[in-house]
């Protein structure tokens, strides 16, 4: 019985020892301290969708006009808006894909960027209010990381872009438990279905991929290696080995 708890450890080392290739992201033997290589990214900018929540702020010499169109951020004690007073304060995007201004009305800005609705607005806002500036910034631009990383969540991002790697990053990034070769991703589609796509972090040309860069509502699903499951069941068949162990001592001890 000794013999067969020392082999199980020994199994146990040997499947605990970490690669530095299970781990490295982008690995191309190409690239060069002193010589980087450009990669071409394929970035297109996010489409408005139904339920999104912009933030519109207006600005002109007439703050009583600006005003009406300005809704007044929900402050805690600290004096800073959190995610959830910016939702309340911003303007969603309804079913129709529609938002409602005041004075101006109705305005369809669903499939557009959030650069063309600014410049809709604007030219919509002209026509009330002279030498005004409209600044439009998605708000709700919020992604899901969960799986083997050390702070799995939702997270929010104040940006109009955001890649893969810094979405990690918001969760402290992968353990050394995750599957670097099989992260899914989760993304809505603008016809309201769902895609599932598997990226290889390790895979120098990520970068170059269309799902290199998040997209608000996506989710990031992180697996763990196959390695850690073997490791995992391991500890269990060596505890239970131990207790096995341990009674048949106290059995031939008391008999």
């Known amino acids: ?26 690995q191309n033997p190409n690239l060069k301290e ?40 929900p402050v805690n004690a600290m004096g800073m808006s959190e995610p959830a007073s910016l939702y309340l304060s911003g303007y969603a995007i309804d079913s129709e ?10 305005l369809k800005v669903e499939n557009l960027t959030t650069s063309q609705t600014q410049d809709l607005i604007q030219k919509n806002l ?14 709700s631009f919020k992604v899901s ?4 990383v050390r702070n799995p969540g939702y997270f929010y991002i104040y940006n109009e872009r955001a890649n893969l790697l810094e979405g990690l990053s918001l969760a402290g990034d992968m353990t050394q438990a995750g599957n670097r070769d099989n992260v899914k991703l989760v993304r809505q589609k603008n016809d309201g279905s769902s895609e599932v796509v598997l990226l290889d972090l390790k895979d120098p040309n990520l970068v170059q991929s269309q799902y290199y860069y998040l997209m608000p ?3 990031l699903y992180v697996e763990p290696r196959k390695r850690q499951l073997k490791r995992d069941n391991l500890v269990v068949l060596n505890a239970v080995f131990g207790v096995i162990s341990t009674g048949a001592l106290l059995y031939n001890l008391f008999r």
Do not use: W
Not at 7 to 23: A, H, M, W
Not at 97 to 106: A, C
Not at 126 to 139: H, M, P
């Open 1 to 26: 019985m000794r013999h067969i708890v020392y082999f199980l450890l020994l199994l146990l080392g040997v499947s605990s020892c970490v690669t530095k290739k299970e781990l490295v992201y982008i």
């Open 34 to 73: 002193n010589a980087p290589t450009d990669f071409q990214t394929r970035y297109s900018a996010y489409k408005l969708q139904s339920n999104d929540v912009l933030s519109i702020k207006v600005l002109s010499v007439d703050p009583d006009m600006s005003n009406l169109f300005n809704i007044t951020n």
């Open 97 to 106: 894909g529609f938002i409602n201004l005041p004075t101006v009305g109705r």
């Open 126 to 139: 002209d026509r009330y209010i002279t030498d005004a500036t409209v600044v439009v910034k998605l708000i």
């Open 145 to 148: 990381v969960l799986g083997e």
């Open 217 to 219: 509502n996506d989710v």
